[in-house]
């Protein structure tokens, strides 16, 4: 079992910056992808950015350009800087870790709030 600890969200004004941070525990498996999502009120979860234990990158269009996502793998931790935030950001993001080769291995977070006002 794998818990996921997340922190760092809020409420920031449009053009502003949030960090959020996941630290992960448990019994790991490798090679592994961590990344955050996220979930705004009334829409489908979507992926924002991964990072695989090879330091490959993947965001969604939306935040290219914006967020960046770093991962320290001998502390099994993932943040997201977010920069430029706007509104349409606003959504409880979700840590996430998953193995691309054995299912099972797929966790998450409980989700933390980020709130961008106009």
């Known amino acids: 079992q794998v818990q996921l600890v997340e922190s760092g969200g809020g409420l920031v004004q449009a053009g502003g910056s949030l960090r959020l941070s996941c630290a992960a525990s448990g019994r790991m498996f490798s090679p592994n992808t961590m990344g955050w999502y996220r979930q705004a009120p009334g829409k489908q979860r979507e992926m924002v950015a991964t990072?695989?234990?090879?330091?490959?990158?993947n965001f969604a269009d939306s935040v290219k350009g914006r967020f960046t996502i770093s991962r320290d793998n001998a502390k099994n931790t993932v943040d997201l800087q977010m920069n430029s935030l706007k509104p349409e950001d606003t959504a409880v993001y979700y840590c996430?870790?998953?193995?691309?080769?054995?299912?099972?291995?797929?966790?998450w977070g409980q989700g933390t709030q980020v709130t961008v006002s106009s």
């Open positions: 990072v695989g234990s090879g330091d490959s990158t």
């Open positions: 996430n870790i998953r193995s691309p080769h054995w299912a099972p291995f797929n966790y």
